[in-house]
């Protein structure tokens, strides 16, 4: 069982504005993380306010066995759209090709040592969504002190993210 969550973030002024909705396979869950979303723009499309520019993070938990990892979620402008884009995140040639609500986007993983100290070896996973619909490029980023199989059992984040 799945469960849609809208990756959203509220506003007393400007309101709620979505940065996407994913599929969250069970039995893992969403928290909030560190600190709140930030939305620095935001536009309609579609009836729904959409982050255009911003950064969020939560934490992924499953209980059995016990895993957290942290899902990081960061969006720029697409070039073309009125305002300087981000730098694109630099992809790999292994990045494969997956198709996100329609896009090209693409998923690669990795690991190395994180951290300041103590590091330590974590695995991650990161996807790029390019939304020609409403103007942005989505960069998803999950990491985690863990293996790189339970990493992978989360590419269905990236691959069933509606960005749109």
Do not use: K, Y
């Not at 560190?34 to 499309?45: G, T, Y």
């Not at 911003?54 to 697409?78: F, K, Q, Y």
């Not at 409403?134 to 863990?146: L, N, P």
């Amino acid at each position: 069982m799945t469960a849609q969550l809208v990756l959203a973030a509220t506003n007393m002024v400007m309101g709620p504005a979505n940065f996407g909705s994913l599929e969250l396979p069970d039995p893992w869950r969403l928290l909030s993380g560190v600190s709140p979303p930030e939305v620095d723009r935001s536009r309609s499309w579609g009836g729904v306010d959409w982050v255009v520019h911003g950064r969020a993070d939560w934490v992924l938990r499953r209980e059995e066995p016990r895993l957290h990892v942290e899902l990081l979620v960061r969006v720029s402008p697409r070039p073309g759209t009125g305002r300087p884009p981000a730098p694109p995140p630099r992809v790999p040639a292994e990045a494969r090709a997956v198709e996100v609500c329609g896009h090209e986007a693409r998923v690669w993983r990795g690991g190395g040592r994180r951290g300041l100290l103590p590091r330590r070896e974590v695995s991650w996973l990161r996807g790029w969504v390019p939304c020609t619909h409403t103007g942005r490029e989505i960069d998803v980023e999950i990491i985690g002190a863990c293996t790189a199989a339970d990493i992978e059992e989360l590419a269905v984040l990236v691959e069933r993210l509606r960005c749109h």
